[in-house]
Structures are given as C-alpha cells and as structure tokens.
C-alpha cells in the first residue's frame, strides 16, 4: 500500500533540457559548455527537495504515455515521489523545458507546458473525486502549487471546497506568469513565493528591494508573501510583520531550479515545527548551497 504523501506538489513535471556554459553571454551567443537533461518543472523540483529532507510528496500533474514519459515516471519513482495520481495522457506529449545559462546567468528560456494546460482540472481529481480528497472530506494537508497552471484552474483551486482545509503554498513558473497568481490575493489564502519582478508585477509597480514588495503584496491581500531578490534582501510578510535575510554570498554555478529549492526547504522547515526567522534562514543557505553547485 502506498504511503499517505506528508505533502502534494501539483504542477509541472517534465524534462529539463539545460545548456550551461562558464563564459558570459548575450543574445547570439555561440559558445562551448554542456547540456544536461534532468526531471524538472517547478512542482518535481520542490518535490525532489523535500525527498531530500526525508518527506513523501506526491505529484499531481500530467505526464505522456510516449517514452519520454515512461522514463520520467520511473526516473521519479526513483527519486522516491510518489506518482500514482499522475494523469498519464494517451495522446499528449510529456512537456519540457529548455534554458541557456552562462557566467552572468540565466540567458533564455523555452516553457513547453502546454499539456499541463491542456490537462486542466483531470490533475485535480484525486483531489476531488478521491483517494486524496472529496468535497465534503478535504485535503488537510500542505499543497505545493504552481503558476504553469492556467488561470482559472488557480482561481478554481483558491475557492473550491475540496481545498478548503489545505495550506497552500504557491509560486508563479516565471515572470510572465506572475499574474496567474492574482486569485490567491484576491481570496487572501496561501503563502506566496516571489521573487522582486513578479511581485512587481502582482501589484503593477516596480521595487528596489524585497521588504517594500513583501509589504506592498500583504496591503493588496496576500495573506502571507515570501519575496527573493537574489543575492540580495529577501523577505517574509505577514500581517503581523516583516522578517528580512539577505542569502550567504556564494559563487553561483548555476540558476535554474534555485527558486523551487528555496521553496521547497522552507516548507520542509516549517513542516519540521520551525519558526519563522529559523525557516527563512535555512531556506536561504540551502538555496545558496544549491547555487553554488551543491544538492
């Protein structure tokens, strides 16, 4: 029997495809490097940090019967995710996604989520059709969601019985996904995790730093914002106040991914019983770790 998940991360699960090179780079760069293909997307990524902290998550999202498919489920289960209440599609395709890294960072970027969109709410179902969840029997629990949902399944998920009882914890996949978070402000439930640009664009203005956008996230209705803005100041909002730490300076090795680190450790620490200033600082020295090139 499969054990009851400590956690669900519903979003993304695909392939990442990354090319990284130790030189700086601009648009039309042609240089030598690497490139890895990995199980990614935002909700595997936090899934597979919180199987590093020893937690069982269990992954709701849409994955190919095609062979990519097939090798990312196992390649899942080797990691020990749960993937049972995956929708696994007949007729399409395991998404991917493809980035360019150099010395200076993250260049560009390729999300193909489209059968997650297309999915839609079939990933929900165990949620409300069972053995999760049903409407009048809600989930209790953590949930691990991400904005490569579409809109109005976000918004479905901010109001639905069957999500009533569950702490959410939420980020956008991207930038330009930011606004997909927008039920959950105007529901005032969840944790947000931000980064500066994305708050900026939640509330329609810009920030110098992670403190004001935190603050300025909690006044248009967030009930709770985490804000990064890399190396520098990030934050933890509540109505009760502001908790700010800036990361330990680390040599970054990479990009991609660091995000649903620090996302994920910071839900771990809490789940462990810690405290907020204890959850922040752990969660910034693992994503530091992360970057510089560590698990």
Not at 140 to 148: E, F, H, W, Y
Not at 189 to 196: D, P, S
Not at 227 to 233: A, F, K, L, M
Request: some cysteine; hydrophobic content about 45%; glycine content about 10%.
């Amino acid at each position: 029997m499969t054990q009851r998940p400590d956690i669900l991360c519903i979003g993304s699960v695909l392939w990442d495809v990354i090319g990284r090179s130790d030189r700086h780079m601009k648009s039309g760069s042609d240089v030598p490097g690497h490139i890895t293909r990995l199980p990614g997307g935002v909700a595997l990524n936090i899934a597979m940090t919180l199987a590093r902290f020893d937690l069982h998550p269990a992954l709701l999202s849409v994955v190919g019967r095609d062979a990519e498919g097939e090798e990312l489920v196992t390649a899942c289960q080797r990691l020990g995710l749960q993937t049972d209440h995956l929708y696994r599609s007949e007729d399409l395709p395991t998404d991917q996604y493809m980035a360019i890294e150099g010395a200076n960072g993250l260049i560009a970027a390729v999300a193909d989520a489209h059968s997650l969109e297309q999915a839609n709410d079939k990933i929900l179902q165990p949620l409300i059709e069972g053995p999760l969840g049903f409407v009048e029997a809600p989930f209790p629990g953590p949930i691990a969601l991400d904005g490569n949902l579409t809109e109005g399944l976000l918004d479905q998920v901010a109001r639905h019985p069957a999500f009533a009882k569950a702490d959410l914890r939420i980020a956008p996949a991207s930038p330009g996904k930011a606004e997909r978070l927008l039920p959950f402000l105007r529901a005032g439930r969840g944790v947000l995790y931000v980064n500066l640009e994305e708050a900026g664009l939640l509330c329609q203005t810009d920030f110098t730093n992670a403190p004001q956008a935190g603050a300025a996230l909690i006044e248009r209705g967030a009930a709770r914002a985490l804000v990064t803005d890399g190396g520098n100041v990030t934050c933890d909002a509540t109505k009760d106040g502001i908790l700010a730490e800036r990361p330990p300076e680390v040599m970054v090795t990479r990009v991609t991914g660091a995000g649903d680190t620090f996302m994920a450790a910071h839900i771990a620490s809490e789940l462990r019983g810690a405290k907020r200033d204890v959850a922040l600082h752990r969660a910034l020295a693992t994503a530091a770790a992360y970057v510089a090139g560590g698990t």
